[in-house]
């Protein structure tokens, strides 16, 4: 069993950066594919980035791509999402996520676990 655990969300205005934090506790996360979604009101929870510690290559949605970075720290079994020039579009609530299946995929069906989630609001 994994439990998730997200931060560093916050107010910032557009331009500005933030770096998410996801504590991964149970099981070291180099056994999982990795993601980050979001969800803005009234919208679906959308892909933002997945990566996998054991291969499989790491991706980011077009709407982040250049802009956020994902990583992890495999000591501390935490999982970052360095976001950067963030746009009011970018606001939304920020969940990390965890799959069993080590290739890691862009639809949140794939993944058994989720945090709490974290708001992040980009003001204009």
């Known amino acids: 069993q994994v439990q998730l655990a997200e931060s560093g969300g916050g107010l910032v205005q557009a331009g500005g950066s933030l770096r998410l934090v996801c504590a991964v506790s149970?099981?070291?996360?180099?056994?999982?594919?990795m993601a980050w979604f979001r969800q803005a009101p009234g919208k679906e929870r959308e892909f933002v980035s997945a990566?996998?510690?054991?291969?499989?290559?790491?991706y980011y949605a077009d709407s982040v791509k250049g802009r956020f970075t994902i990583s992890g720290d495999s000591v501390q079994n935490l999982m970052y999402l360095q976001m950067n020039s963030l746009k009011p579009e970018d606001t939304a609530v920020y969940y990390c996520?965890?799959?069993?299946?080590?290739?890691?995929?862009?639809?949140?069906?794939?993944?058994?676990?989720w945090g709490q989630g974290t708001q992040v609001t980009v003001s204009s």
């Open positions: 149970g099981r070291s996360f180099s056994w999982y594919a």
């Open positions: 996520a965890a799959s069993r299946v080590v290739i890691p995929g862009q639809s949140s069906s794939q993944y058994d676990y």
């Open positions: 990566t996998s510690w054991s291969g499989g290559g790491t």
